[in-house]
């Protein structure tokens, strides 16, 4: 082992040094997060990989964050490469999507038809700021509007984007009748509503 380069090694000294990115740059009253989610290398447990391959994700809500930690992601990748001897090969996709940040009219639209739905007990509006990644950030980019959440997650069930995930269908029931219920205020604003 002492003649080969060690990427294993390599992947796992970075993954760990990925951890200080947030905890040490960004402000603790602001949001970062970097996980590596895939670590894949080598096939045989006597065999030294020729190669590894990390995939992670990264969420802020500010966009100076985005620059500070894809910048001190690149310097990690570097100091590593420099430390174990090995080529590292940082590419950000272009799928990365901005932070989703509801409009408030959006938000007062989606509680209104939630509570006709589910009543002021079913309704959790008090969520704290959420990090997920979402494509439909794009779309409040644009117009206004609310991403929500229906609480899908059986009762004592892990949550979404973990392999032991199981949705109650019956949340499905409740987003259709808010989005008709959306649907049915929103054409009360309109001039000829008497014909509904």
Request: charged share 20%.
């Amino acid at each position: 082992p002492h003649l080969t380069k060690d990427p294993v090694v390599a992947g796992s000294s970075l993954v760990q040094s990925l951890q200080t990115i947030i905890s040490r740059n960004i402000n603790p009253a602001e949001m970062g997060v970097i996980s590596i989610g895939s670590f894949q290398a080598g096939k045989k447990g006597n065999v030294i990989a020729e190669q590894a391959t990390l995939l992670g994700t990264m969420r802020w809500f500010k966009h100076e964050n985005e620059k500070l930690m894809k910048q001190r992601l690149a310097d990690m990748c570097k100091a590593v490469a420099v430390a174990h001897e090995v080529k590292v090969e940082l590419v950000f996709e272009k799928s990365s999507y901005a932070a989703t940040i509801n409009h408030k009219s959006g938000y007062e639209v989606v509680c209104n038809a939630a509570r006709a739905v589910v009543g002021e007990t079913g309704l959790v509006d008090n969520l704290a700021p959420w990090t997920g990644s979402e494509d439909f950030s794009y779309f409040i980019q644009r117009k206004p509007g609310a991403f929500f959440f229906l609480g899908g997650k059986v009762e004592d069930g892990v949550f979404h984007h973990q392999s032991r995930f199981l949705m109650d269908q019956r949340c499905i029931i409740v987003g259709c009748s808010v989005f008709v219920e959306i649907a049915k205020n929103a054409l009360m604003k309109l001039p000829n509503k008497a014909k509904l």
